[in-house]
């Protein structure tokens, strides 16, 4: 049989009495701290990185898309880019769609 005291202590306080909130506002703080140095600051420098990439593409670099598409880029506009992605094939794509630049592809040793 339970120690009827510490039923008493689980019950809590009495219900007429008010808890300080500045507990839970630390532990909501903490929370979003964690989230912004595990989630979104990694995010922020990531796209960063990737405008800083995408304003010195020039005409001749080799890019992928966000969509997969490997191309050659034979024009620059001001929001798009013109990219060959087969001999008579030409395209255009707004900046935002480049993943990055394209790796040659390793050729295997058989």
Request: hydrophobic fraction near 45%; aromatic fraction near 6%; charged fraction near 25%.
């Amino acid at each position: 049989m339970a120690d009827p005291r510490s039923l008493l202590l689980l019950a809590g306080s009495p219900g007429g009495a008010e808890q300080s909130p500045l507990p839970s506002f630390i532990l909501m703080g903490l929370i979003f701290g964690i989230f912004y140095f595990v989630l979104i600051m990694p995010m922020k420098q990531k796209q960063k990185k990737l405008e800083e990439m995408t304003k010195t593409l020039k005409s001749g670099d080799k890019v992928v898309l966000s969509s997969g598409i490997f191309g050659t880029i034979v024009a620059v506009e001001d929001d798009a880019f013109a990219l060959r992605i087969d001999q008579n094939t030409k395209i255009r794509v707004l900046k935002s769609a480049v993943a990055g630049r394209a790796e040659e592809p390793a050729t295997e040793k058989k």
